[in-house]
């Protein structure tokens, strides 16, 4: 069996597992957002819920609209707010304690290797990187497992990714994950599994493979996975007690497909309008001038990130025809770039750092674009209209890239900027 | 089930975003989720559309988000089923889940057009449109269930001691 058909098989009790069977599983953590929960919350009311089958394992994280932008998301956030009261045990968390729900769950402890998470937000694929499975899933879902601690899942075909070679100064997890969805297409892995793995892999970052498990969504995948290794145990140390499952796929595991990228030689990548699947090297597009450049969101919003943002942007400054926001995830991450220096790189260089919020990435709030706008963003999702005006575009790319391209003005590729 | 609507067609790859776009996501009233079905890539729809009219698509209907605010944009603008090649995953968990009539066939998704009529009878497995008769495969056994109950929670009260 494959990695995922490993994590599902032992969860449903049964010896194995093909792809295409439905199971029936009782997983062990649910969450939903501001955006996400309200709908569950009515759900399980209208179907007569009166008590939540297993509290403990139910979070609701406000982080989308957040701190509130207006009168109706201030009234989501109350909703969630007053569900978590009303159930002893589900977890919600104040402005000040939230973070960006993908941030926050892995920092602090909540995933462990072997886990199986659903959750009503798309990019819940991104736990992959500590050896979970985990997979977005609608509002009703949720309430399903309110009511009864159950979901429903189709196992899915495993398509192993492999990456091989030599990685450049400038490379990072977001951009191999944008070669690969650049590779296979925005629907190259519909209802499939990602499983990640090669030399390259087992050298980056637990940080790095979350920013890759984060976008198997944007290949159409239902999960993205890692085997969890020593790092990982060295990410969940002081995190959690738990010792979690490290499980890792059967020599004889049957793959739909494998797909090789050789790293040797590429350079930082971004993903033109209106598809992630739009991908080009950063140098072959340094014309494009841009408006707006936004570093941070649950794909590339951790310290990593913010660190590889202040190293370029340190004694340097952002173009004045542009914005560069700069997003740190969580309260934890946004007290440790603090305290290392970086928001003093951040502020020299007339960058902006917003409190930690989804906001501009799905064009909520704390950044909006105009029409006619460009935006060099960190996130996820360049489709047509995401970040604000359906006239406006946005490229996306790694930290090292957004950073250089907001000194530059226009799209660039870091190794120009700092040789 | 058997729906006949005008047909509204789609290309490959619509996503959650264009479906209804996050700035409607602070609601879940439907008559908002309803008028701005579909405003960024092809404003006025969510009101334009008739009754019973039905989405016909390519490749990856339903990409992005998970928001379940996107079938149910749909289902508020009055469109009774969407067609398409293939569909992203959660967006077709949520259709199933909330009761909106989804049909995956490269078949009708080639042959019809903008305006056509469109029939779709999901008990015969047959669709017409154009004067030509097609046949449209059965959702697996798992799914018809959980249709036949009207969506995911009457299925899980149902088959579900608590």
Not at chain 1, 50 to 58: S, T
Not at chain 1, 97 to 119: D, F, K, N, T, Y
């Amino acid at each position: 069996m494959t990695l995922t058909e490993k994590i599902l098989a032992k969860k449903a009790g049964v010896k194995s597992l093909t792809p295409q069977e439905f199971i029936e599983i009782e997983p062990d953590l649910a969450l939903s957002n501001d955006i996400t929960a309200p709908i569950t919350i009515d759900e399980f009311e209208k179907a007569g819920g009166k008590n939540v089958r297993c509290p403990e394992r139910v979070f609701m994280i406000p982080d989308h609209f957040t701190p509130n932008k207006d009168i109706l998301s201030a009234e989501h956030y109350r909703k969630l707010k007053d569900f978590a009261a009303k159930h002893a045990g589900v977890r919600f968390f104040e402005q000040g304690e939230v973070g960006v729900e993908h941030a926050l769950l892995p920092e602090m402890g909540a995933i462990r290797p072997g886990m199986v998470v659903i959750g009503a937000d798309s990019h819940t694929c991104t736990y992959g990187a500590l050896g979970a499975f985990s997979t977005g899933v609608g509002s009703t879902d949720v309430a399903g497992f309110l009511l009864t601690g159950k979901a429903w899942l189709k196992v899915p075909p495993t398509v192993k990714a492999v990456f091989t070679g030599v990685m450049g100064e400038w490379m990072s997890g977001k951009d191999l994950i944008l070669l690969l969805i650049g590779k296979i297409g925005v629907s190259g892995a519909q209802y499939r599994a990602i499983e990640f793995s090669g030399p390259v892999i087992d050298a980056l970052s637990v940080e790095g493979r979350m920013t890759m498990a984060n976008m198997a969504i944007e290949a159409g995948g239902k999960n993205g996975v890692f085997v969890p290794d020593t790092k990982v145990a060295e990410y969940l140390k002081g995190r959690t007690k738990e010792k979690g499952d490290y499980l890792a796929p059967d020599a004889d595991a049957v793959y739909e497909r494998t797909v090789t990228i050789d790293v040797t030689g590429l350079t930082p990548v971004v993903a033109c309008p209106h598809l992630p699947e739009n991908v080009k090297p950063a140098r072959d597009i340094m014309n494009v001038r841009i408006d707006q450049v936004v570093i941070g969101s649950c794909t590339n919003g951790r310290i990593e990130d913010m660190r590889v943002a202040a190293k370029i942007l340190k004694g340097r400054k952002v173009d004045p025809n542009l914005r560069c926001l700069v997003l740190p995830a969580t309260p934890k991450i946004y007290r440790q770039a603090l305290d290392e220096g970086l928001f003093q790189v951040f502020l020299d260089a007339h960058a902006v750092i917003s409190p930690p919020t989804c906001g501009p990435c799905l064009g909520g709030h704390m950044g909006i674009l105009a029409h006619g706008e460009r935006c060099v963003s960190t996130t996820n999702r360049n489709f047509v209209g995401r970040m604000g005006h359906r006239e406006s575009e946005i490229y996306l790319a790694s930290p090292a890239v957004a950073a250089a391209s907001a000194v530059a003005g226009r799209i660039t590729d870091p190794s120009e900027l700092m040789k | 089930m058997k729906y006949t609507g005008t047909v509204y067609t789609f290309g490959d790859n619509v996503n959650t975003d264009e479906i209804i776009p996050a700035r409607y996501l602070n609601t879940t009233d439907p008559t908002v989720l309803g008028r701005y079905c579909m405003e960024d890539i092809r404003p006025g729809f969510g009101t334009r559309a008739e009754k019973g009219s039905i989405i016909v698509a390519g490749d990856n209907f339903g990409c992005g988000s998970s928001r379940e605010h996107a079938p149910l944009s749909l289902k508020y603008a009055g469109i009774a089923c969407v067609v398409a090649v293939s569909f992203a995953r959660i967006f077709f968990r949520n259709a199933i889940n909330i009761g909106l009539p989804i049909i995956e066939s490269r078949d009708i998704s080639s042959k019809a057009k903008e305006g056509d009529t469109l029939t779709v009878d999901l008990d015969t497995g047959r669709a017409v449109v154009g004067g030509e008769e097609i046949a449209i495969a059965p959702f697996p056994p798992f799914m018809q269930k959980i249709v036949e109950e009207g969506g995911w929670l009457p299925y899980l009260l149902k088959t579900t001691a608590h």
